[in-house]
């Protein structure tokens, strides 16, 4: 197993870390258990306190950090330094909620239940162990920490093996803001010691952002051993356009919904389903706004799409590409890797789709979009439950009984109506099917990894 920062618009190998021993790993798993027992008495005004100095330190980096995320990961810089603050401000956003989200519920009627007084409150689990992707190594890896040290947990971040220098990061992060040492400790692991860490009777609980492979081998681990997870997978999300909708505006919108991030977004729309009556005004305004697009050094302020993070996920969507078009699938835009060093791949759109293509089931994960014609809402929404994801959803019309058509026939975890899918602190976050399940952000997000305890009193 290799940690390593290869640039991804080069290819150059730029930073190796070395991974932990066994015994630094249990080292650190004591350590996060300490924590977990000390952070247990710390108050909500105390934890708030550290959350906001954690905050002003990635506030105050955010140009430096964010050079870091794009050397790590391709996104263009601008990107990657709006991922740091908004990491900042979902830590605030926790700093600020977390005694509100977590407060004891009285029974009103204690009667009921025979009882003088009863009610319920959130108590910490202990220490919870992260699994987290590469796409946004900054905000994925905050949007679990920020609840859970407010909740009173501790973490254990097993990063992905691609951004080791987001991992060491925030390995200190934390601690230099005041929180007790081991709050929240990185293990420079690779995938196979997950299963070690899982059964050591010191964590408690596992919260997974990944693809279904890693997600399911995991949560079979936590399953083994009866602990909690949390699963955050893959998507492939319809976003679906209806006559009524303002075309001009879907399809600028439809641009952004695609590349953003370089198209490695789990709640990208990436599949555009279209109703036949605005199909050729749409996919033309569509192709020739994906083929303007600038490709280039994601760290030239006027790059809008960068290389993709790895080789391997080129090769990936290479392959799903291929596939599609000698099975007779039509390119209206890109459809190529461009000649250039680095993992880049053209924005590209696909059309004429049958079932027999990869593309139609698969997530596409990178500026790959799908694009299918639909005779009707009932088709559209057909083929927007059509794939095992069920993450997000766009939908485009302002007809209101269609939106409440689709608002109530969606398999998703969440549907975004005349707008594109952003993952907002306000809004519990996860999807259904093979998307995964439980929620992050808003309340939800806070309370998965707690006791609900019930409390009676004679
Ligand atoms: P990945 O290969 O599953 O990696 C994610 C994390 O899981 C990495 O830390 C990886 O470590 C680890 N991992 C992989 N296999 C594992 C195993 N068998 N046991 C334990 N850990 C394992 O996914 P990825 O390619 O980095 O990310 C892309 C996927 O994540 C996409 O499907 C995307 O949609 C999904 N995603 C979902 C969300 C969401 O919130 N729903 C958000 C972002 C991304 P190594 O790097 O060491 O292999």
């Known amino acids: 197993m290799t940690l390593a920062t290869i640039n991804p618009a080069t290819g150059a ?24 027992r000390e952070l247990q008495s710390t108050t909500f005004d105390q934890r708030a306190r550290w959350m906001h100095a954690a905050a002003d330190i990635l506030t105050d980096q955010a140009e430096g950090l964010g050079e870091l995320i794009t050397v790590e990961m391709g996104k263009p810089i601008h990107q990657s330094i709006a991922e740091v603050h908004k990491s900042a401000k979902v830590m605030r956003y926790y700093a600020d909620h977390a005694e509100t989200f977590l407060a004891d519920s009285p029974l009103e009627d204690p009667g009921v239940v025979g009882a003088s007084r009863a009610w319920t409150r959130y108590e910490p689990l202990g220490v919870v162990l992260a699994v987290m992707p590469w796409n946004y190594p900054i905000w994925q890896v905050i949007r679990f920490a920020a609840p859970a040290l407010m909740a009173g947990n501790s973490g254990l971040l097993k990063h992905a093996s691609n951004v080791p220098q987001a991992a060491l990061f925030l390995d ?16 420079l692991i690779g995938g196979a010691e997950v299963a070690g860490v899982l059964a050591d009777p010191r964590v408690k609980a596992v919260t997974l ?20 997870s949390v699963l955050e997978l893959g998507g492939s999300d319809p976003f679906i356009v209806m006559p009524s ?30 109703h036949s009556k605005v199909y050729d005004e749409f996919a033309a305004a569509f192709a020739e706004q994906m083929s303007a697009l600038v490709i280039g050094d994601p760290l030239d302020p006027a790059t809008e ?37 680095g993992f880049f791949y053209a924005p590209t759109i696909l059309a004429g789709l049958n079932d027999s293509m990869r593309v139609v089931q698969e997530e596409t994960f990178g500026p790959v979009a799908s694009l299918y014609r639909a005779e009707d809402a009932e088709a559209a929404l057909r083929i ?42 306000e809004l519990p976050f996860g999807g259904v099917k ?13 309370r998965e990894f707690c006791n609900l305890k019930a409390v009676w009193a004679a």
């Open 13 to 36: 190998t730029e930073v190796l870390v070395e991974p932990h021993a066994p015994d630094e790993v249990f080292s650190r798993i004591d350590e996060a258990a300490a924590a977990a």
């Open 172 to 187: 200190t992060l934390f601690e230099r803001a005041g929180f007790p040492v081991g709050s929240f400790r990185a293990l």
């Open 209 to 228: 952002t990944g693809s279904e492979a890693a997600g399911r081998s995991v949560a079979s681990i936590a399953g083994d051993h009866i602990k909690k």
């Open 245 to 274: 909708a303002d075309i001009t505006t879907a399809a600028a919108t439809a641009v952004r919904a695609r590349i953003n991030n370089n198209g490695q977004s789990c709640i990208a729309g990436k599949r555009f389903i279209v």
């Open 305 to 341: 799409v960068g290389p993709l993070a790895t080789e391997a996920g080129r090769n990936s969507l290479v392959e799903l590409v291929d596939d599609a078009v000698h099975k007779g699938a039509e390119v209206l835009a890109g459809g190529f890797a461009p000649d250039r060093e």
């Open 384 to 425: 927007a439950n059509q794939t095992s994801f069920g993450l997000s959803s766009s939908v485009w019309t302002s007809d209101p009984e269609e939106q409440a058509w689709f608002l109530q026939g969606l398999d998703a975890g969440a549907v975004f109506i005349n707008g594109m899918t952003i993952s907002y602190q």
């Open 434 to 446: 093979r998307s995964g399940y439980g929620r992050e952000l808003a309340a939800a997000g806070i």
